[in-house]
């Protein structure tokens, strides 16, 4: 059974800090995509990676995927409280007939 | 416009009951899914449909009964409604059946409430 854990489960910060936030896996994954929930709304896609080790930018927003396709990061730079959501990991294989495997979210508040 | 959309918005009914979540995307996408939502916000595939037939039908009760009455519609029926139904259901879209890459394009959720 493939799986993907998000950590932290939760983040509080200041706006204007720095965070990083961590999608890992045992299994390799054909894409990544990074999704962000809006308290009250469905996900919305951010970014989709495919390649071992490429790292794709969003305004303030950094995600690379890992050089084994095994994990994923999204780091923010000078957090805004726009950024408060929680932040959901997605990952399909062949394994999975690319059935998306979802993590259970980073749940991200940042404070003004 | 609304891409995915899904009515209703809000849910709150008894125990036993039967109700009905209906879904609806003009996005002109072959694939639709259900996810039940718990309240720590796990994400979980109930059903998938492509070309309106069954694709994916995860471990879900048989009190659920997905259907598609053509492309753009995925409805969810559920029967005796149980207290541990209570989550959000989404609804989503994507242009084909898995796929590297393929985007989900997600309604706002319906939030059932079973007392």
């Known amino acids: 059974t493939q799986l993907l854990e998000q950590s932290p489960q939760f983040l509080s910060i200041q706006e204007g800090e720095n965070l990083t936030v961590y999608c890992n896996s045992s299994s390799v994954f054909s894409s990544l995509q990074w999704y962000r929930q809006e308290p009250g709304e469905g996900p919305v896609l951010l970014v989709t990676?495919?390649?071992g080790g490429e790292v794709k930018k969003l305004k303030r927003l950094t995600f690379q995927f890992g050089d084994a396709r095994k994990d994923s990061s999204l780091h923010i730079t000078a957090a805004q409280p726009g950024d408060t959501g929680l932040y959901l990991c997605a990952g399909a294989s062949a394994v999975s007939n690319y059935q998306l495997i979802w993590g259970a979210g980073t749940k991200l508040i940042i404070k003004p | 416009d609304t891409a995915v959309s899904q009515t209703p918005k809000y849910l709150v009914t008894q125990m036993g009951n039967d109700k009905s979540i209906k879904c609806e995307q003009n996005l002109g996408h072959d694939t639709m899914y259900w996810y039940k939502q718990d309240s720590k916000k796990f994400l979980k595939i109930m059903f998938s449909y492509n070309n309106k037939e069954l694709i994916i039908n995860e471990t879900v009760p048989n009190r659920f009964s997905p259907k598609s009455p053509d492309k753009a519609h995925l409805n969810l029926h559920i029967n005796s409604l149980e207290l541990g139904d209570s989550a959000v259901y989404f609804c989503?879209?994507?242009?084909?059946?898995?796929?590297?890459?393929?985007?989900?394009?997600f309604g706002p959720g319906t939030r059932l409430l079973v007392l």
């Open positions: 989503a879209s994507s242009q084909d059946l898995g796929g590297e890459g393929e985007t989900q394009y």
């Open positions: 990676v495919v390649t």
